[in-house]
């Protein structure tokens, strides 16, 4: 291995652009990378997002997003700390987009899942594009996740640590990218990262971990979209599984499939928010039965290893923190798909994505497009 800034082109690897978020993830990452001789640039993704946007009345939401001036302000001095040149990119005007796509998510009776976004357009988009501009062969970031090299192919595969793989946000990387891309702390678990970060010296080595979605670090979704959409917020019957009126709603864009809490209805046991249903704006409820569901379907497919038959058997997963489950997936055609649990599921949401794995290795996934009404049989 060379010695840390050496000027000499041979001795040098090749250059890489690491998204600096200004956590300790992302800066542990480029540390890595410059220690191990790589040339790196950092980047950091100005996003628009205001002291305002994130309402911030106490010190602890400070660090409740990723992306905020003070996050810049970190990454830029992790970078000088590490002697590399460091650039803040106006990306205002396509992370407004993401926010339209939000709230027009929840508009539509779906879940949305921005952050998936924001890596397929941004991070291993855009900032892809960015490295070509300036020679960069790879580009790297703090996600927890591993890439493996086998006969010739680039694979994508969850994080040696269950509790903070990351996989599952980056299901939608285009194939062609896998081998550019440097994940340096995908074989470690946080505390393992903490104390790199120690070792390195940073300030930024005890700095909390980002909760939240960015633009909405207050989790007040409703309060968003209601900014930006309120003509979403149109009064409608919550009725049970016979179509009985078991009480009022405010707007669709208060609930989600499977939300428990907050529904002002008194049952006598708990119940559910089992489907959103835009057309006749109503909000459909019952006992926990009624979110269990084995069938779905599933657009927007992405493989990034593709599969050798059109029918073939995985673990899906079906939100964040959902345990993958055994299932079989079906190609429909035009980027859709099939996919039957072998066992019922809890809340499969629409908006969500489901992502499709072989062990730890990610094969592809798609968004939740409709759920089936009853659970199939046999599969």
Not at 34 to 43: A, H, I, K, N
Not at 167 to 195: C, H, T
């Amino acid at each position: 291995m060379m010695k840390i800034g050496t000027d000499n082109p041979e001795d040098r690897k090749p250059k890489v652009v690491v998204a600096m978020s200004g956590g300790v993830d992302s800066s542990v990452a480029a540390c890595l990378l410059r220690e191990q001789g790589y040339e790196v640039m950092g980047l950091f993704m100005r996003t628009g997002v205001t002291a305002d946007d994130e309402a911030s009345s106490d010190e602890g939401r400070a660090h409740r997003g990723c992306c905020s001036a003070v996050d810049a302000a970190d990454a830029r001095f992790v970078a000088g700390t590490l002697g590399v040149p460091f650039y803040a990119l106006d990306f205002e005007r396509d992370f407004d987009r993401i926010i339209d796509y939000f709230v027009d998510e929840y508009a539509a009776g779906r879940t949305p899942n921005p952050c998936v976004v924001c890596n397929n357009d941004l991070k291993f988009g855009k900032i892809l594009d960015y490295a070509d501009a300036v020679g960069a062969q790879f580009i790297a970031t703090g996600h927890y996740a591993r890439i493996e090299h086998a006969q010739g192919q680039a694979r994508l595969l969850r994080a040696v640590d269950a509790e903070k793989d990351q996989s599952y946000v980056l299901f939608g990387i285009d194939a062609s990218a896998l081998d550019r891309l440097l994940f340096p702390i995908g074989g470690m678990n946080k505390d393992e990262v903490r104390q790199h970060a120690n070792r390195f010296n940073l300030t930024v080595c005890d700095k909390p971990d980002s909760m939240d979605i960015c633009f909405v670090p207050d989790r007040d979704y409703a309060s968003l979209v209601r900014r930006r959409r309120p003509q979403a917020f149109v009064p409608g019957n919550v009725i049970d599984e016979d179509g009985q009126v078991v009480g009022t709603h405010d707007g669709l864009p208060n609930y989600t499939v499977g939300q428990r809490r907050g529904l002002g209805i008194a049952a006598g046991h708990p119940i559910y928010v089992a489907s959103l249903n835009v057309l006749d704006n109503t909000v459909s409820v019952g006992p926990r039965d009624a979110i269990m569901r084995r069938q779905f379907t599933v657009r927007g497919l992405n493989f990034l290893n593709q599969p050798k038959t059109d029918r073939f058997k995985c673990d899906t997963q079906i939100r964040y923190h959902h345990a993958a489950a055994a299932a079989m997936v079906e190609h429909l055609g035009n980027g859709s798909a099939r996919v039957i649990f072998d066992a019922p599921q809890s809340a499969i949401t629409p908006g969500q994505a489901a992502v499709f794995y072989d062990g730890d290795e990610v094969v592809g996934g798609g968004w939740i497009e409709k759920v089936a009404d009853l659970a199939p049989t046999n599969a």
